[in-house]
């Protein structure tokens, strides 16, 4: 569904991103792992066209284009770092901005909102209220359920449990497998490493720009330098 073939990346003359090359077939479930300043969120940035980059990428076998709103159009769809809510606008609002590509008026918008409250329980609750008076969990919650209320085919999700207490990375992490199960595939990057490997097919560690080891979550678990660099074996 994405292929990416020999993308670099640069920030002036940093040169963060070199020669990855990532695929994630329809309906696959993959998550890059790396420690911080690795260069997940620049290849997620670089994925969405946020990002300028030399490579080819490739979607359901055509060329990506080259501007970020025609590959929303595409299904290609992100939840960012940091969230980017409108802080001021309701939980309401934040999620139907979501659909803003979908007609309004032919009652799908209304069922994708179902299905996010259904995820979310807690977000029908807090329908009328300001994002920002949300806990950083809720925030989260509405950043997924904006996304996928742009009914995503491929859905980006980077550092989507940074900062959030264990039991809500828990909640978090699981709806994303709902997600995954429902036939949405999913690119997640995590540094959180057992959280990465909870549901995905097939893993990707990404360090100081370069991917360094790919395979399933079964053969990471088992991997020694996987273990002892980032699960904590001794
Ligand atoms: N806007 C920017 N300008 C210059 N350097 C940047 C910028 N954003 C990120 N970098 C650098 O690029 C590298 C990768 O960063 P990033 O993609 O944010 O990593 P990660 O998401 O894995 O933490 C880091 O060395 C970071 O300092
Ligand atoms: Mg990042």
Not at 174 to 190: F, M, R, T, W, Y
């Amino acid at each position: 569904m994405l292929e990416i073939q020999n993308l670099n990346v640069y920030y002036a003359k940093a040169h963060v991103l070199r020669g990855v090359n990532l695929r994630v077939e329809s309906g696959e479930f993959v998550s890059v792992i790396g420690p911080n300043g690795a260069g997940k969120t620049t290849l997620f940035r670089a994925i969405s066209r946020l990002k300028d980059y030399s490579g080819d990428m490739f979607f359901d076998g055509s060329r990506l284009p080259q501007e970020p709103a025609q590959i929303v159009r595409l299904g290609l769809i992100q939840c960012p770092e940091g969230r980017h809510l409108f802080p001021y606008l309701s939980v309401l609002d934040n999620l139907t901005l979501g659909a803003f590509r979908h007609d309004q008026r032919d009652g799908s918008v209304k069922q994708e909102l179902e299905k996010v409250y259904t995820m979310f329980p807690i977000l029908r609750q807090r329908a009328y209220q300001m994002a920002r008076t949300l806990s950083g969990g809720e925030q989260q919650m509405v950043t997924i359920g904006r996304a996928l209320m742009s009914k995503p085919k491929l859905l980006l999700l980077d550092e989507p449990t940074i900062g959030l207490a264990p039991i809500v990375r828990k909640l978090i992490v699981d709806a994303l497998k709902q997600i995954s199960d429902s036939g949405v595939a999913i690119l997640l990057s995590e540094q959180n490493v057992p959280f990465a490997l909870e549901h995905a097919q097939r893993v990707y560690l990404l360090e100081t720009g370069s991917l360094v080891k790919t395979g399933t979550a079964e053969e990471f678990r088992r991997d020694e330098y996987v273990r002892k660099s980032y699960l904590g074996a001794a």
